[in-house]
């Protein structure tokens, strides 16, 4: 069974910094893709950072500049590093992983870890 285990949230003032990690573990054959989406009370959930097997990136254009997204694809981890934070930047961050494991093809999700900016 597949899980993503998140870590690295907390509370840190405007203008700070966190770096959050991601560890898939599991029978997992190949993960195409990893990536970081958020969801602040009462808002949809979205795309934050996204990063393919062969390091393509896509950010969100209000985080463009500002995180930065890495993978270490022999720990099956994806980091987020979150510089400049802002109190819009405060949400639930959950990782996701497209990967290829024994039950085929799946999208897996972390259970999410808070991120609080406090102005």
């Known amino acids: 069974q597949v899980q993503l285990v998140e870590s690295g949230g907390g509370l840190v003032q405007a203008g700070g910094s966190l770096r959050l990690s991601c560890v898939a573990s599991?029978?997992?054959?190949?993960?195409?893709?990893m990536g970081w989406y958020r969801q602040a009370p009462g808002k949809q959930r979205e795309l934050v950072a996204r990063?393919?097997?062969?390091?393509?990136?896509n950010y969100a254009d209000s985080v463009k500049g500002r995180f930065t997204i890495s993978r270490d694809n022999a720990k099956n981890t994806v980091y987020l590093q979150m510089n400049s934070l802002k109190p819009e930047d405060t949400a639930v961050y959950y990782c996701n992983a497209v990967l290829l494991g024994l039950t085929g093809r799946g999208d897996y999700w972390g259970q999410g870890t808070q991120v609080t900016v406090s102005s």
């Open positions: 599991g029978i997992i054959f190949r993960i195409n893709a």
């Open positions: 990063i393919t097997t062969g390091s393509g990136t």
